[in-house]
């Protein structure tokens, strides 16, 4: 694969191009720049640094093999399916989608021939700084593990290595060609906050930070109680960040249901999503809480539910009845033996669903083995191989399914014109996922992190040739590891 500047003169058709026989024929145009007749630049441009309000490059995707736009306007079928198609990013935006777009002079030509073109992952259930226990406590269930590892590690997290867990697990997510994380954030005193959340800008990842507000705020925002607090972090923390949004994170439960009743006002007044865990473990029936946030009038589209595992006939009714968005992760599901979630049952209702890795008891950062076990769990347990999710349905949930269930399908989730540019770029020409029998297929069935060889973040590029972009991975993965020696210590 070349990155280069492109050339200004038309480029002539390749064998690709003469056996698609369509020419230059534009399938979806946003803004493409004529082509133009100037010096050819001695390198192209580069990015603006991380968190800058500037527009990066406009850079061309030239010539994808595969490219599953997830939007049936842009592409064919369900996913929006091009072949031999090309991508325009200009000013951090997906300008146009067709076959030989031209590109204008200074504008970074990466050739993807041969490669698979998708929108970035969007994981919308995450606890980051879990990072600091992956692996731990693996002989334990839900309960047993929030309380031998969970709790025992987070309140001796100091501020200063919450930057390096949270990074290390942002950067891991990044590289596996996730754009876009919820990340549902434990009560932690706001300077702890404040590291958290320069370690996720830092990364240069998307991000929504899903907070659960502390009973009594901390530090200067502590007058104001957790509202102050939440406002403080919004203000001073997020806002400033092109790529950060806010919700509040809560528990739903009928000992809480007050809380829980205050935080969906402040979620509203606010105008962000509530975030909540339900019925992820079966002993979580003893706290009713669907029937919590159905009286904290909680239940609409405003609501995320991560896990929702043990819910009944009736409970999804309601559920769909409010579209209610869920949180599906299988692996953590299956690590904790927390159960199968009723994944068709949800579907039938129209209730939607994405995907979600669920910080440190999914140990790692792998959108296709989420995928793969989102569909193996339910053909196993069914016995049924057309049952839901398929394969086309299980690549939308972790793309376009995900940025719907948080609100974001406006801004990324397809490669539609307009949209963010969140690009991922695939190399299928490896060991695991060769020869070609179904593309498609195989980006579940076979891809893994290493396969993800470019990502691009609101057209930025953050990962090059299968190498995060400036990014000292050594120094990261050992700062981490000192921190979790400091911690260690102290327990």
């Not at 990074?167 to 754009?179: H, I, K, M, P």
Request: glycine letters at 10%; one cysteine or more.
């Amino acid at each position: 694969m070349t990155d280069t500047p492109a050339n200004p003169a038309t480029p002539a058709p390749n064998r690709r191009t003469v056996l698609a026989g369509l020419g230059g024929i534009p399938l979806a145009l946003g803004a493409a720049a004529p082509a133009g007749h100037g010096p050819r630049p001695a390198t192209a441009p580069g990015d603006t640094a991380r968190g800058s309000r500037r527009a990066p490059a406009t850079t061309l995707l030239r010539g994808a093999e595969l490219l599953l736009t997830m939007d049936p306007s842009v592409g064919d079928g369900p996913l929006g399916t091009l072949h031999r198609a090309d991508i325009l990013m200009r000013h951090g935006r997906i300008a146009a989608v067709g076959r030989r777009l031209p590109a204008a002079p200074g504008t970074r030509v990466v050739d993807v021939s041969g490669r698979i073109v998708l929108p970035g992952f969007v994981d919308i259930h995450n606890h980051l700084w879990q990072s600091s226990i992956r692996g731990g406590c693996s002989g334990q269930d839900l309960y047993g593990w929030l309380a031998a590892c969970n709790r025992t590690t987070l309140a001796r997290i100091a501020a200063r290595d919450m930057y390096r867990f949270v990074r290390l697990a942002a950067l891991d997510a990044l590289q596996a060609g996730v754009t876009t994380v919820v990340d549902w954030v434990h009560p932690i005193p706001y300077e702890t906050g404040a590291h958290y959340v320069r370690a996720l800008a830092d990364s240069g990842i998307r991000f929504v930070y899903a907070m659960m507000p502390p009973a009594s705020g901390t530090g200067p925002a502590g007058r104001d109680g957790p509202a102050g607090h939440v406002t403080r972090v919004k203000r001073d923390l997020l806002d400033p960040l092109p790529l950060a949004s806010l919700q509040i994170a809560a528990h739903a439960g009928m000992a809480t249901v007050d809380t829980l009743r205050q935080y969906g006002a402040l979620a509203r007044d606010l105008g962000v999503m509530l975030n909540s865990h339900v019925l992820e473990h079966r002993g979580d029936r003893a706290d009713d809480p669907i029937r919590a946030l159905r009286l904290a009038g909680a239940l609409g589209p405003g609501l995320l539910m991560n896990h929702a595992i043990h819910l009944t006939d009736d409970e999804i009714a309601l559920v769909a009845e409010h579209e209610v968005r869920v949180a599906h992760c299988p692996l953590s599901n299956m690590r904790l033996a927390s159960g199968i979630i009723r994944l068709p049952a949800l579907h039938a209702r129209g209730v939607r669903t994405g995907l979600g890795h669920d910080g440190g008891t999914n140990d790692t950062s792998d959108m296709f083995g989420v995928m793969k076990a989102a569909v193996g769990l339910q053909r196993a347990l069914h016995q049924d191989p057309a049952v839901h999710p398929t394969i086309p349905d299980v690549l939308r949930m972790a793309t376009l399914g995900g940025a719907e269930c948080v609100g974001l399908a406006d801004r990324v989730g397809s490669l539609t014109p307009g949209k963010r540019a969140d690009v991922v770029v695939l190399d299928p020409g490896t060991l695991n996922f060769a020869p070609r029998i179904d593309w498609t297929s195989q980006i579940v069935l076979n891809g893994q992190p290493p396969n993800v060889s470019h990502v691009f973040v609101d057209g930025h590029l953050r990962k090059a040739d299968g190498r995060l972009v400036d990014t000292d991975t050594d120094a990261v993965v050992r700062e981490a590891e000192d921190a979790a020696d400091r911690v260690r210590d102290i327990l």
